[in-house]
């Protein structure tokens, strides 16, 4: 049923006006909640419990269509950047915060819940970005930008995240599905900040997460193919049409 409202939606998203996209978000909100699901294992002794309710998510497995829902209706505010970027918050923001809240059971008790919602909670923010158009390149003069703000903010709370449970594969692979973050818009004048990269270091097999301003090969960045990157969500494309005066860093996953 998500799905299929879902598609209605990604459909019908040029009819929709922002009132009626108002509305259908307050409809969907109470649905938004990340529910977990824990298998039954057939051979407890042979199976990780994290793993196979990773590969069968139960209900998210729907749920996670309406978080993209959710980026295609709070796209359509786009004339009107400071209600797009509050709407935004009011969806992220208790994500964000429970991400944070589950942190510490993850962390020291290993708790599979936890770092299950963990992994729930990351797919679904990313699928929230999933929902905005693709940013056109070369960007048009006037071009109104969507809340880029909230996007770092999101980055930096999965960081935080891929920082503390970087041992943990299915946090990892999260991360890399949920594709690119938008760019971090910072003034040209202002104090220079890291780029927030995560890449793969084939030698060692193990995922890595970077802060630098060039890549473990050399190259910059905004070098896509240094990283192998499978699936990019587009707003990376901002990164080649800067508009005056910004400078731009990324922060994506890799796989």
């Known amino acids: 049923m998500f799905y299929l409202f879902h598609r209605f939606i ?7 006006s922002p009132d009626l996209a ?15 699901d824990l298998p039954e294992l057939d051979s407890p002794e042979t199976q990780d419990l994290l793993t196979e309710a990773i590969k069968n998510p139960g209900i998210f497995d729907s749920q996670i269509y309406l978080f993209e829902t959710a980026g295609i209706l709070n796209s359509l505010f786009f004339k009107d ?16 915060g429970e991400l944070l809240s589950h942190l510490q059971a993850a962390k020291v008790s290993s708790d599979v819940t936890a770092t299950l919602k963990i992994h729930h909670i990351i797919m679904a923010l990313g699928n929230v970005a999933k929902g905005f158009p693709d940013l056109p390149s070369p960007l048009p003069e006037g071009y109104i930008l969507p809340p880029l703000e909230v996007f770092r903010e999101i980055g930096q709370t999965i960081l935080v995240c891929l920082e503390q449970l970087n041992v943990v594969k299915g946090v990892r692979d999260a991360v890399s599905l949920t594709g690119a973050w938008p760019p971090v818009l910072t003034p040209m004048n202002s104090h220079p900040t890291d780029t927030f990269c995560f890449c793969e270091d084939r030698r060692s097999n193990r995922k890595q997460h970077h802060l630098s301003d060039s890549s473990a090969d050399g190259e910059s960045p905004g070098a896509l193919g240094t990283f192998g990157t499978r699936r990019f969500h587009e707003l990376y494309r901002f990164a080649c049409a800067p508009p005056q005066g910004v400078s731009i860093q990324c922060w994506w996953g890799s796989r």
């Open 10 to 16: 990604k459909e019908a998203r040029n009819e929709i």
């Open 22 to 36: 108002a509305s259908l978000l307050d409809s969907i909100r109470d649905l938004l909640a990340i529910q977990v």
């Open 81 to 96: 950047p400071a209600q797009s970027e509050t709407l935004l918050r009011s969806i992220v923001k208790p994500l964000m």
